[in-house]
């Protein structure tokens, strides 16, 4: 079956400008999580949704961060006036419910670069 | 208390050698280990994964063991390949949490 989704593969952007991060997650997994990974760094937590709730946004590094999720299925990660320390790697994962013993399925990932 | 520290931050290993990899915690409420191997380009995928209930966990080449009095728990790679190079991430969460609390990564490279 498909695995996560993550589109663009590339965004390269000027500073101040706003993007958008889409996710589509495996079909039938409630959970979705969002990361965050620079370079030859670990995963940085963003954000994680149960169904389309997001319980917990304090992952967020600013307020210019923001995430929404439809339908119970695709994410949308949103950077507000792009800074050049927001390039990074941006993962999204999905699991079949909200527990650490789920196992994570990652995306690709959506390299973006703020010139 | 929230950290998983790992370690060596790089490690080069001759072919059909053994990686080992080391991570350490502080949280006691962690009960759950998973370890991650992420190949360029591509997004982290579960490799093996352990509870406390045991000290060792074996998948193939792949093993866990675990050390609850020390905590600490580590990856090892026996008959290491070349398509083993990537970088492995350690992984703890504490008592089905939504978080795991992830590890700074090892780039693993295997030397033909």
């Known amino acids: 079956g498909a695995g996560v989704s993550q589109s663009p593969s590339n965004k390269v952007t000027e500073k101040g400008k706003d993007v958008e991060l889409r996710c589509d997650p495996i079909s039938g997994h409630t959970a979705l999580y969002w990361y965050r990974q620079s370079l030859g760094q670990g995963l940085e937590f963003l954000i994680y949704?149960?169904?389309?709730?997001?319980?917990?946004k304090s992952g967020l590094p600013s307020d210019r961060f923001s995430a929404e999720r439809t339908g119970g299925s695709v994410s949308t990660l949103t950077i507000q006036r792009t800074q050049q320390e927001d390039s990074a790697v941006y993962l999204c994962?999905?699991?079949?419910?909200?527990?650490?013993?789920?196992?994570?399925?990652f995306g690709p990932g959506t390299r973006l670069t703020v010139l | 208390q929230q950290q998983v520290k790992q370690s060596p931050q790089s490690l080069i290993v001759q072919k059909g050698g053994i990686s080992i990899i080391n991570c350490a915690y502080e949280?006691?409420?962690?009960?759950?280990f998973p370890w991650y191997q992420q190949f360029p380009g591509k997004g982290p995928a579960l490799l093996i994964a352990i509870r406390p209930d045991v000290s060792e966990k074996k998948e193939g080449r792949f093993t866990i063991s675990f050390n609850k009095s020390a905590k600490q728990f580590s990856l090892h790679i026996m008959d290491s390949q070349p398509g083993d190079s990537a970088t492995y991430f350690c992984?703890?969460?504490?008592?089905?949490?939504?978080?795991?609390?992830w590890g700074a990564g090892t780039k693993l490279i295997i030397k033909p």
């Open positions: 949280n006691t409420a962690f009960d759950y």
């Open positions: 992984a703890a969460s504490p008592d089905s949490n939504y978080q795991l609390i």
């Open positions: 994962a999905s699991s079949l419910e909200i527990s650490s013993y789920n196992e994570q399925f």
């Open positions: 949704f149960q169904g389309n709730s997001a319980p917990d």
